[in-house]
């Protein structure tokens, strides 16, 4: 058996443990993956089995429209995104304007692409900022234990007592509209289930076998969590905050609709719907809230898409039976 | 037993203190809700005895305490706009909510743990595809969008209340909580389906399924009382988690529908500024979070005996 750090080069944090390369004993499910071979490099591996899934595929392709839309749309809509034109409200879709205008006769088409950075950059930095606690956190609290972990697991408690609207209300409404509230309040309150999660996964693969062989051979806390926990614990809470993304579409969008959060004049999806309430029921002028709904479904159902897909090519213990 | 309870408790009750003196302190950012607002000019007397009528003339400390004392006793303050008492209007709301959580739970439950159970045993048949492609549009989805829909579709129709509601007109309580508790089970059960199915699969492979197959135990045995009992925790938890965000208010499903629920109150109360009322509803959600959260852990450690408790 090789030890992992023999085949060390490879950065950890890409999910697949070395364990997975060996054969697994022949369970129901899985065939044999062969004699112990090298990877063929762990991250053309999880390409070469993420490209597998065309679902996946159509996911990630408009993931890329939808961050190259985010990085140069506003420059090429025909309108600005913030124009009102108080004599044009709420038309039909037309040459003139592709998608019709909101009732305040905006472009509803280049409102739309302007939600789309919006979007991304708060999904974005939101996720990252909340992976980076709750990973660590985690980590910590699961295989410390003792006194880190009733530290750590007692201050999710108070963060996830709170739903997450709940404390991005308080928090927003606290510091004030803007863009930035807004993100490190949707992190603020949403690191602690990946923590849980990170938690849960290092608590149950402490007591495994390959962690005891790890010791046995001396190798150090440092290195138990950073090359065994971590890697066969991170698929699980990656995919969660891939899926997370959606989450916070959604959360930025919920936010505005309950009017706060970004400025009232920001072209923002859940604006976009709440300001159309009143439509809701009235024929014909149906496009107003759905055309927003239908680009936060789009971009969610793409980031499940491209979670789900990660999640297959990611889990070690799937590896071969795919 | 006893004593991870009594400690758990202990923690509970200081989490209780540091997340209402958390809401309590953040509140306090939301501005002087007496203050003259815009073309509203208020006197200052009449500004200084409302701050005394509410106690807000005292410094932070000593509201915080008093507060902390009231709640003891249930009494939650009194409201700044209607000038009822919080704790009423909590009687009146919370009992909608817990109702609709319920409802929510019980659908999402059951539809999820059966679709992700026939997916894991039934591994890449049409079910399989199904509960797959099904729970990536469910997730995909959000909530909001789907209440939005089911409002401007479905409410109004069949025995569905229209929204928005007239709260004059009594309707039966199943009526009114089907659609909302519907909207919330949909990402809920595709959540579910998922991680019972991905939990069933990692369990199916285990080594002790295989021993209880090679015991001749029927498939059935192994399935449902081997292997479901095991792929359970993934699932305990996040229903624990999930049934406490539901009971401390749904707050956009309730809103979208105008459920009466504390969700919609503290919409309301937050366009309005009403701190008496945000305070209590997010100190009962935040209780409610607590209780539950004691809860999960004691099944957790019920479902996994390898975990412990001390």
Same mark, same amino acid.
């Given at each position: 058996?090789?030890?992992?750090?023999?085949?060390?080069?490879?950065?950890?944090?890409?999910?697949?443990?070395?364990?997975?390369?060996?054969?697994?004993?022949?369970?129901?499910?899985?065939?044999?993956?062969?004699?112990?071979?090298?990877?063929?490099? /762990?991250?053309?591996? #999880?390409?070469?089995?993420?490209?597998?899934?065309?679902?996946?595929?159509?996911?990630?392709?408009?993931?890329?429209?939808?961050?190259?839309?985010? #990085?140069?749309?506003?420059?090429?809509?025909?309108?600005?995104?913030?124009?009102?034109?108080?004599?044009?409200?709420?038309?039909?879709?037309?040459? /003139?304007?592709?998608?019709?205008?909101?009732?305040?006769?905006?472009?509803?088409?280049?409102?739309?692409?302007?939600?789309?950075?919006?979007?991304?950059?708060?999904?974005?930095?939101?996720?990252?900022?909340?992976?980076?606690?709750?990973?660590?956190?985690?980590?910590?609290?699961?295989?410390?234990?003792?006194?880190?972990?009733?530290?750590?697991?007692?201050?999710?408690?108070?963060?996830?007592?709170?739903?997450?609207?709940?404390?991005?209300?308080?928090?927003?409404?606290?510091?004030?509209?803007?863009?930035?509230?807004?993100?490190?309040?949707?992190?603020?309150?949403?690191?602690?289930?990946?923590?849980?999660?990170?938690?849960? /996964?290092?608590?149950?693969?402490?007591?495994?076998?390959?962690?005891?062989?790890?010791?046995?051979?001396?190798?150090?806390?440092?290195? #138990?969590?950073?090359?065994?926990?971590?890697?066969?614990?991170?698929?699980?809470?990656?995919?969660?905050?891939?899926?997370?993304?959606?989450?916070?579409?959604?959360?930025?969008?919920?936010?505005?609709?309950?009017?706060?959060?970004?400025?009232?004049?920001?072209?923002?999806?859940?604006?976009?719907?709440? /300001?159309?309430?009143?439509?809701?029921?009235?024929?014909?002028?149906?496009?107003?809230?759905?055309?927003?709904?239908?680009?936060?479904?789009?971009?969610?159902?793409?980031?499940?898409?491209?979670?789900?897909?990660?999640?297959?090519?990611?889990?070690?213990?799937?590896?071969?039976?795919? | 037993?006893?004593?991870?309870?009594?400690? !758990?408790?202990?923690?509970?009750?200081?989490? *209780?203190?540091?997340?209402?003196?958390? +809401?309590?302190?953040?509140?306090?950012? *939301?501005?002087?809700?007496?203050?003259?607002?815009?073309?509203?000019?208020?006197?200052?007397?009449?500004?200084? +005895?409302?701050?005394?009528?509410?106690?807000?003339?005292?410094?932070?400390?000593?509201?915080?305490?008093?507060?902390?004392?009231?709640?003891?006793?249930?009494?939650?303050?009194?409201?700044?706009?209607?000038?009822?008492?919080?704790?009423?209007?909590?009687?009146?709301?919370?009992?909608?909510?817990?109702?609709?959580?319920?409802?929510?739970?019980?659908?999402?439950?059951?539809?999820?743990?059966?679709?992700?159970?026939?997916?894991?045993?039934? !591994?890449?048949?049409?079910?399989?595809?199904?509960?797959?492609?099904?729970?990536?549009?469910?997730?995909?989805?959000?909530?909001?969008?789907?209440?939005?829909?089911?409002?401007?579709?479905? $409410?109004?129709?069949?025995?569905?209340?229209?929204?928005?509601?007239?709260?004059?007109?009594?309707?039966?309580?199943?009526?009114?909580?089907?659609?909302?508790?519907?909207?919330?089970?949909?990402?809920?059960?595709?959540?579910?389906?998922?991680?019972? !199915?991905? $939990?069933?699969?990692?369990? *199916?492979?285990?080594?002790?399924?295989?021993?209880?197959?090679?015991?001749?135990?029927?498939?059935?045995?192994?399935?449902?009382?081997?292997?479901? !009992?095991?792929?359970?925790?993934?699932?305990?938890?996040?229903?624990?988690?999930?049934?406490? +965000?539901?009971?401390?208010?749904?707050?956009?499903?309730?809103?979208?529908?105008?459920?009466?629920?504390?969700?919609?109150?503290?919409?309301?109360?937050?366009?309005?500024?009403?701190?008496?009322?945000?305070?209590?509803?997010?100190?009962?959600?935040?209780?409610?979070?607590?209780?539950? $959260?004691?809860?999960?852990?004691?099944?957790?450690?019920? *479902?996994?005996?390898?975990?412990?408790?001390?």
């Amino acid at each position: 058996m090789t030890h992992p750090s023999r085949t060390g080069d490879v950065p950890a944090v890409t999910g697949i443990p070395v364990e997975a390369a060996l054969p697994t004993a022949g369970s129901q499910t899985a065939t044999t993956t062969g004699p112990p071979r090298h990877p063929p490099g /762990q991250f053309k591996d #999880i390409w070469r089995r993420y490209r597998r899934n065309k679902l996946a595929m159509v996911g990630l392709l408009i993931v890329a429209i939808l961050v190259v839309t985010a #990085i140069i749309g506003p420059y090429v809509t025909p309108y600005d995104a913030f124009d009102q034109n108080l004599l044009d409200t709420t038309a039909p879709p037309s040459p /003139q304007h592709l998608l019709g205008t909101d009732v305040l006769g905006r472009d509803m088409f280049s409102a739309l692409v302007y939600g789309v950075r919006l979007a991304m950059i708060v999904a974005l930095s939101t996720v990252a900022l909340s992976l980076v606690l709750g990973v660590t956190l985690g980590a910590i609290a699961g295989f410390h234990g003792k006194a880190s972990d009733t530290a750590i697991m007692r201050t999710t408690d108070i963060f996830l007592a709170f739903p997450l609207l709940v404390g991005a209300i308080v928090v927003v409404r606290a510091a004030g509209p803007g863009v930035w509230p807004v993100i490190v309040a949707l992190a603020l309150f949403s690191w602690a289930t990946s923590a849980r999660l990170m938690r849960g /996964q290092a608590l149950a693969l402490r007591e495994s076998e390959y962690v005891e062989a790890a010791r046995s051979i001396g190798a150090g806390n440092r290195r #138990i969590i950073v090359r065994h926990i971590l890697p066969n614990a991170i698929a699980p809470v990656f995919v969660y905050a891939f899926t997370s993304i959606g989450v916070v579409v959604v959360a930025l969008a919920s936010l505005s609709y309950l009017g706060i959060g970004v400025p009232p004049n920001v072209p923002e999806w859940g604006r976009l719907i709440s /300001q159309s309430v009143q439509f809701l029921r009235v024929p014909g002028k149906t496009h107003l809230w759905l055309s927003p709904a239908v680009a936060i479904c789009v971009t969610t159902l793409a980031f499940a898409l491209v979670a789900d897909g990660l999640r297959d090519a990611l889990d070690p213990k799937l590896r071969g039976a795919g | 037993m006893g004593t991870f309870i009594l400690r !758990r408790g202990v923690q509970a009750v200081l989490v *209780l203190l540091v997340a209402t003196l958390v +809401i309590f302190l953040a509140t306090f950012a *939301l501005g002087d809700p007496f203050a003259s607002t815009g073309e509203k000019v208020v006197p200052p007397q009449v500004q200084a +005895i409302n701050r005394a009528k509410f106690g807000l003339d005292k410094p932070l400390p000593i509201q915080y305490l008093t507060y902390l004392g009231n709640l003891v006793h249930l009494d939650f303050g009194i409201d700044f706009d209607q000038r009822r008492q919080v704790s009423s209007m909590l009687a009146e709301t919370l009992p909608n909510t817990i109702r609709l959580a319920l409802v929510a739970i019980l659908i999402d439950v059951l539809i999820g743990v059966v679709a992700g159970v026939i997916a894991a045993v039934k !591994r890449y048949s049409f079910w399989d595809v199904l509960v797959t492609v099904l729970s990536t549009l469910a997730i995909g989805i959000p909530t909001f969008v789907i209440g939005i829909v089911l409002v401007g579709f479905v $409410s109004g129709s069949w025995i569905f209340p229209v929204v928005p509601r007239s709260f004059t007109v009594q309707v039966p309580w199943y009526q009114e909580v089907l659609l909302p508790a519907f909207t919330l089970a949909i990402i809920d059960a595709a959540f579910i389906a998922r991680l019972m !199915r991905g $939990s069933m699969l990692e369990v *199916l492979r285990s080594d002790y399924i295989r021993t209880a197959r090679a015991k001749g135990l029927s498939e059935r045995t192994v399935i449902g009382k081997h292997a479901m !009992r095991n792929s359970m925790i993934p699932v305990v938890t996040y229903v624990g988690i999930s049934l406490g +965000i539901l009971l401390g208010g749904a707050i956009i499903t309730e809103t979208i529908f105008q459920y009466n629920g504390i969700g919609y109150l503290l919409a309301r109360a937050i366009q309005n500024s009403n701190v008496p009322v945000i305070i209590a509803v997010v100190v009962v959600s935040v209780l409610i979070f607590v209780l539950l $959260s004691l809860v999960v852990d004691i099944l957790y450690a019920f *479902l996994d005996p390898r975990i412990r408790l001390d």
